[in-house]
């Protein structure tokens, strides 16, 4: 073997020796862990974390490295790395916790919606039936979606008398429902 080979072999670092992973993580975890605090300024708490996974995971894999240097590199890339994946897993929870919040969120503002819808139509009904025969006639084919001519065609009667037998359900259903709207303003507030 050549002597370039016997100094290449000497210096190969093999951190499964007890001695050795002490100095190299009394040399570096302060490096490390600054290092790792520049790349997660938003998260600085993880930063020791990361370093000490990095370097578990170094001693579980019972790697060896060719110099100090290589294993310097290694060490850093792999601070580096953890440290972006630490922040792309945030993101993605945060992302997924404001997801499922807006969701929530969504869902409980439908739920309301529905049950003011209901209550809204169910008293509008009510409220119908209390209303003069013609006048509630109009008003039903109104909310059916038909427009004032095809009422005015369905009932036999000129499109001036549905547009005022409207305007005088309208007056009556203000009346009836007057409680009832004030009710839903306060309630939507």
Do not use: W
């Not at 100090?68 to 993101?91: D, E, P, Q």
């Amino acid at each position: 073997m050549s002597l370039e080979n016997k100094e290449h072999n000497k210096e190969r670092i093999s951190l499964s020796n007890e001695k050795v992973f002490e100095e190299v993580f009394e040399d570096l975890y302060i490096s490390l862990v600054v290092f790792a605090k520049g790349i997660m300024f938003e998260n600085e708490m993880y930063a020791e974390d990361i370093v000490q996974d990095v370097f578990t995971n170094l001693l579980l894999s019972k790697k060896k490295f060719e110099n100090r240097i290589s294993l310097k590199s290694y060490l850093y890339i792999s601070v580096k790395n953890a440290c972006l994946n630490n922040k792309k897993h945030t993101k993605v929870r945060q992302l997924y916790a404001e997801d499922k919040q807006a969701v929530s969120t969504l869902k409980e503002t439908s739920f309301i919606d529905k049950i003011l819808e209901e209550e809204v139509y169910s008293h509008l009904l009510k409220a119908l039936d209390n209303l003069p025969k013609r006048c509630k006639e109009v008003f039903e084919l109104s909310l059916k979606g038909y427009r004032n001519d095809e009422i005015a065609h369905a009932m036999k009667i000129s499109s001036e008398t549905v547009k005022s037998q409207k305007k005088r359900g309208k007056l009556l259903l203000y009346s009836i429902l007057r409680n009832f709207v004030v009710y839903l303003l306060l309630l939507s507030i």
